[in-house]
């Protein structure tokens, strides 16, 4: 059993525990108070980077929604990346703006559904880095023996894919450590915390970088001369929005159709490109994520199981 799928099967027997002990009633999407206050719809956005802008900027959302739709909904930050996915398969939350190996697992395991990918200037797919501070290592090999920054045991791009590198590739870090938040990984990689780390990546645009440094920028504007990048990884599929299975289907129709438009208001947008970094939505089906979940299945083949 490899330490990546140790870890992962940890997060998952500890969420069924907490699941059991808060005993939580599970809506039944079949009753008629589905999307009434009284039976709000659960509306999750996994906590890739700071709580405070994920639920300011998730509550633009949800109000559009609300508007738009008619339906209430109750926004949530699940703990981990993993916990998404648990949380759709107690139906604990019913649409979820995901990480793609968090919907791998929970369509194999639950039936969740995804209707739509975001894209940022076109483009459905991002990658992953490895960052390091400027006067750090030169190239990726020299990694041996330094410290390290994960985002989440379950990020796709901030610890899976290079994870996976490492092992491949024989470079044997001496410490690793998970930061929860890609921006807190840039964090400790420019204030030397840690010798390097792994982030997502997003090609520039006209020359401007796009990948988790922008997240920092505010706070270290001069965070792209102080941080590089290594080495990059992928492609993986974009974020996807994502259902519960057996999602009353005119609801989700509607949703979807509401999403779309709400990215294309000013307002929206802005909350998106905060987020996740995406400024458009476009229809999808599973079918976006085979060769995906066919690489994921090869680097861990336990989770499928």
Known sequence: MTFLYKKLISLFL??????GAINLHASDLKNPKFGTKRMPI???FVPGLDNVVLKEQGEIIQKFLEKETGYYFDMVIPASFIAVSEAMGTKRVHIALMNSFGYALAHEKFKAKARLIGTFKGKDQYYSQIITHQDGPSKVE???????????????SGHILPADYFKKNNIN?????????????VSMVYQKRVEAGATYHTKQFEGVPQDARTLVK??????????????????????PIVFVGGFPQKMEDKIVEALKKCIQ?????????????????KDANDEHWNDFRSMMKNILPESFK
């Not at 500890?14 to 699941?19: A, C, D, F, P, R």
């Not at 020299?142 to 796709?156: E, G, I, Q, R, W």
Request: charged share 20%.
């Open 173 to 185: 870090l001496k410490q690793t450590v998970f930061a929860g938040k890609h921006d807190s990984v």
């Open 218 to 239: 505010t706070q270290y504007p001069d965070v792209f001369e102080k941080v590089k990048i290594l080495h990059v990884l992928g492609p993986i599929p974009s974020d």
């Open 265 to 281: 208001t000013p307002e929206g947008k802005n909350a998106f490109i905060k987020t996740y970094h995406l400024d458009g939505l």
């Open 142 to 156: 020299d990694l041996s023996n330094k410290t390290f920054a994960y985002v989440d045991p379950a990020s796709t």
């Open 42 to 44: 659960k509306l999750a």
């Open 14 to 19: 500890l969420i069924n525990l907490l699941l």
